[in-house]
């Protein structure tokens, strides 16, 4: 069975940073392109990185772009979200996400984890 | 950017109604288009892909069809396990998600 589990949310105050990880088991796990997506309080799903299987090709939203980095280590099974400038807009529950191919972004994320908060505050 | 506007934004029908959902793109974007479902607590689950696909494992009273711009997603008899939040995704240009729809029962 295919699961991921998110860790490294938590209480931040605006400007700091954090890094989330994603731990993933019972897939080989560089043969999937891998993303992020959250959501706020109240608002909707928001895409916010994705990267190749190999690890080559990185994509960001533009609200995250020149904040965040997307990462991975595929000798550890384990992804990974560098989250830079914390805003308080940036407050959401984060889920790591698994592609359904390789390359690119990833199309469709038929696996997810079970996500991790994120609160941006003073 | 692709924007991505689903309609309505939320609905209520009783159970064994037929629910329709659409969702259009700001440009064409051919059959890149996902469909997925939130419940609340739980992750979101992907239920249709490239427009049309059905999902492993999923309900085949769920469909989707579409392509270019214009998309709908069908319950063809509203179960109440389907109370969720539904969410269309397109990949042609990054990946952009719709507003949502909260599905409810009447």
């Known amino acids: 069975e295919v699961q991921l589990l998110e860790s490294g949310g938590g209480l931040v105050q605006p400007g700091r940073s954090l890094r989330l990880s994603c731990a993933a088991s019972?897939?080989?796990?560089?043969?999937?392109?891998m993303g992020w997506v959250r959501q706020a309080p109240g608002k909707g799903l928001e895409w916010v990185s994705s990267?190749?299987?190999?690890?080559?090709?990185?994509y960001h939203a533009d609200s995250v772009k020149g904040r965040f980095t997307i990462s991975r280590d595929n000798s550890k099974n384990t992804l990974y979200l560098q989250m830079n400038s914390l805003r308080a807009e940036d407050t959401a529950l984060y889920y790591c996400a698994k592609g359904t191919v390789p390359h690119n972004l990833g199309n469709a994320f038929d696996i997810w984890g079970q996500g991790t908060m994120v609160t941006v505050s003073s | 950017d692709i924007q991505m506007t689903q309609s309505p934004s939320s609905l209520s029908a009783s159970v064994g109604d037929r629910v329709t959902i659409t969702c259009q793109a700001s440009q064409g974007i051919s059959n890149y288009l996902n469909w997925y479902q939130r419940k609340p607590g739980k992750a979101p689950k992907l239920l249709i892909y490239?427009?049309?696909n059905l999902g492993t494992g999923v309900p085949s009273r769920f469909s989707g069809s579409g392509s270019g711009t214009d998309f709908t997603f069908t319950i063809s008899s509203l179960q109440p396990e389907d109370i969720a939040t539904y969410y269309c995704q397109q990949y042609d240009t990054l990946l952009t998600f719709g507003g949502g729809t909260k599905v409810e029962i009447k």
């Open positions: 990267i190749s299987g190999s690890g080559a090709n990185t």
């Open positions: 490239d427009a049309s």
């Open positions: 019972g897939l080989t796990f560089s043969s999937y392109a």
